[in-house]
């Protein structure tokens, strides 16, 4: 089977930084993908991390941990237009499903 | 401009009347699927299509068909609407659905149903 849990909710400061986590329990691995959705919108591409370790690119960084079945999403320099849910989402080990967890909604305060 | 097009945005209907939810994308993208976005419980996939002709259940599919006759088209169907299936839709493509870096998944607007 497959699970995918993050956080429900999480605050933070504008200019801040903010770690968001996600765990994942699938068989097999064909990689993870972050997505961002702001309210009432369509989620759009953040990464894909298939690879153990870090990813940069800009103010957002994602990293992964294969044998611990983790990942986060790091947002560095938080502006305020950061505010929305980021979805963390994994193939279906020997299937052609992707499979999304709940979601992470982000609120940045001034 | 690359995209993925549905038709509508928003919909109201009454239980038991059949309709249709269009999705076109013009990337030549073999994979698409569709979802259903409810409070609480995030995306969860309704159909996907691997290629032309080629379709098969996610993980909600009771109450939807599909059909693929055209690659850039992916139809989502409700026979018989019901009110548990009022819910934010999203149609997404991707290059394939052999999962490695650049097949990240471009979504539709979203379509959002009400069934009353």
């Known amino acids: 089977g497959q699970n995918i849990d993050q956080p429900t909710e999480m605050t933070a400061t504008e200019g801040a930084i903010v770690q968001i986590n996600c765990t994942y329990q699938t068989s097999g691995f064909n990689g993870l993908f972050w997505y961002q959705q702001h309210a009432g919108e369509a989620p759009t591409f953040l990464s894909y991390n298939v690879l153990d370790g870090l990813e940069e690119k800009g103010r957002f960084s994602s990293f992964l941990s294969r044998s611990k079945g983790y990942s986060y999403l790091l947002l560095k320099e938080l502006q305020m237009k950061d505010s929305a849910s980021y979805l963390c989402?994994?193939?279906?080990?020997?299937?052609?499903?992707?499979?999304f967890g709940a979601g992470t909604r982000l609120a940045v305060h001034p | 401009e690359a995209q993925v097009t549905q038709n509508p945005r928003y919909l109201i209907t009454v239980t038991g009347k059949k309709l249709t939810v269009t999705c076109s994308q013009n990337m030549n993208h073999e994979y698409m699927s569709w979802y259903r976005q409810d409070p609480g419980l995030g995306l969860r996939q309704i159909y996907y299509?691997?290629?032309?002709?080629?379709?098969d259940k996610g993980d909600v599919p009771e109450g939807y068909k599909v059909s693929r006759k055209e690659k850039r088209n992916f139809p989502l169907i409700l026979e018989s609407p019901s009110p548990n299936q009022t819910s934010l839709y999203f149609c997404?493509?991707?290059?394939?659905?052999?999962?490695?870096?650049?097949?990240?998944?471009?979504f539709g607007q979203g379509t959002r149903l009400t069934v009353v």
């Open positions: 989402a994994v193939p279906l080990g020997g299937y052609n499903k992707l499979i």
């Open positions: 997404a493509s991707s290059l394939s659905g052999s999962w490695s870096m650049n097949t990240e998944a471009f």
């Open positions: 299509s691997m290629n032309v002709e080629v379709t």
